[in-house]
């Protein structure tokens, strides 16, 4: 071979000998076939096979086989993103004159997604209340082709029975997701639970370090596989496998951030709880929680993230409040090693139900900091959102002198 075709030639010098415990960055758009016969019957290869970059290299396929195991399922597709993933969860099974019912503190993209575009394709579109199965039957409907969970609900953290509305979706025909970001396939299993469909934000809990976005849908049953694939093709939609790589880094330490994350939020939910500022904590692992029975019936652990309802009176400060913060970052999206503090809206997210508490509610993620650092920095939030109101005997202040 001259020195030009060496140059774009691929040596094979990867096979006998080399068995490293991590995945190999496996690029491809081509995939080149040993003769012309295997390359006219490429399509016989099936979804298990590799005959196009989009579709899948080593690298990718690896992630996928991951979430499969963890949730149980049939066959995974890594998206660009979670709400990617949920946008080709549901846009495969919908047609001008479908039915789509939507939990109503679903992710807020998946609202919009569902209220422009899936409006502007015909299909009609009607939101449930999260923790009313009458609810959802009352509102099925013979043309009802999916029923889109979340649970725990975003921000608000409203726990479903999941059996319960999956058992009144199936008997009217219709298939069920689950957004399954918060809990994680450590933390809850919704394929075991009655979903036919789990996506996941892996951009989460999942990679972890807040530096890739990627999304999977893992389905419970190969029927379902063609018309995602499909669409997934059709869209031209996959991922990098430098990005999946990334992903698979992280997962290895999903199980020790997990618990750990999972520990403090709880441990900070019941402290701050007790805080004279603090209207409610919703966090499902709370034994005082609307929903708490349910999340014991159905998870296997909680999440690093939660909410805090403060009193009217405090509410007013939360912006001023979050700048005293030293530890905590200032930041949307959430599962990363470093804590952060979000404000959140809620109003203008619900339709079906409605939301009483004040306007913003502060989202926390438990991050992998030192835990006393991150009390202190909870601790100076409190004080500065009720500055008359004297802390300095209770609880958290003997906590963050901890250690
Ligand atoms: C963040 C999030 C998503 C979207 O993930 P991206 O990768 O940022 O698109 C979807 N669902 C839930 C519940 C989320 O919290």
Redo the contacts with the bound molecule.
């Keep these: 071979m001259n020195d030009l075709t060496q140059c774009v030639f691929t040596p094979e010098v990867l096979a006998n000998g080399f068995n490293p415990l991590g995945v190999g960055v496996h690029r491809a758009s081509t995939i080149v076939f040993k003769d012309a016969a295997a390359y006219a019957s490429r399509g016989d290869r099936g979804h298990e096979g590799y005959s196009y970059g989009l579709y899948g290299t080593p690298t990718t396929r690896t992630l996928e086989a991951k979430l499969t195991t963890l949730e149980e399922g049939a066959w995974s597709f890594l998206t ?7 946008a080709l969860a549901v846009l495969p099974f919908l047609a001008a004159g479908d039915h789509i019912l939507i939990a109503d503190t ?2 807020p ?2 609202r919009e997604l569902a209220e422009t575009d899936l409006k502007r394709l015909g299909v009609e579109v009607e939101f449930f209340d999260p923790m009313s199965a009458d609810d959802v039957a009352a509102k099925m409907r013979k043309t009802t082709k999916i029923v889109w969970c ?1 649970s725990p609900g ?1 921000t608000t953290m409203e726990i479903m029975d999941l059996p319960k509305i999956a058992a009144i979706a199936h008997e009217h025909g219709a298939i069920v997701g689950v ?4 809990a994680t396939p450590l933390n809850f299993k919704p394929l075991k639970h009655g979903a036919d469909i789990v ?6 809990f999942v990679s972890g370090h807040s530096d890739v ?3 999977s849908i893992t389905i419970k049953d190969t029927a379902l596989l063609k018309p995602i694939r499909s669409l997934i093709g059709r869209m031209g939609i996959g991922v990098s496998p430098d990005d999946a790589s990334l992903v698979l880094r992280g997962f290895e330490t999903l199980g020790v951030r997990l618990r750990h994350s999972e520990r403090v939020a709880l441990e900070f939910a019941r402290k701050i709880a007790a805080h004279p500022a603090v209207e409610q904590v919703l966090h499902p692992a709370l034994e005082s929680f609307p929903g708490h029975a349910l999340w014991k019936r159905d998870f296997l652990g909680s999440s690093g ?1 939660f909410s805090i309802v403060f009193k009217p009176e405090a509410a007013a400060h939360v912006a001023t409040a979050l700048d005293t913060l030293k530890v905590f970052a200032i930041g ?4 990363g090693t470093r804590s952060l503090a979000a404000p959140m809206s809620i109003d203008g997210f619900r339709t079906a139900t409605s939301w009483s508490g004040p306007g913003v509610i502060l989202r926390l993620s438990i991050g992998l900091e030192d835990e006393t650092e991150l009390w202190a920095d909870i601790d100076r939030l409190l004080a500065a959102l009720v500055p008359e109101i004297d802390v300095s005997s209770e609880g958290p202040r003997s906590a963050a002198g901890r250690g």
């Design positions: 660009p993103s979670g709400q990617a993933a949920n679903a992710y993209p998946m979340e975003s957004d399954n970001t918060w996506t996941e934000a892996l951009t989460k976005l990627m999304g993230v949307a999206s959430w599962g």
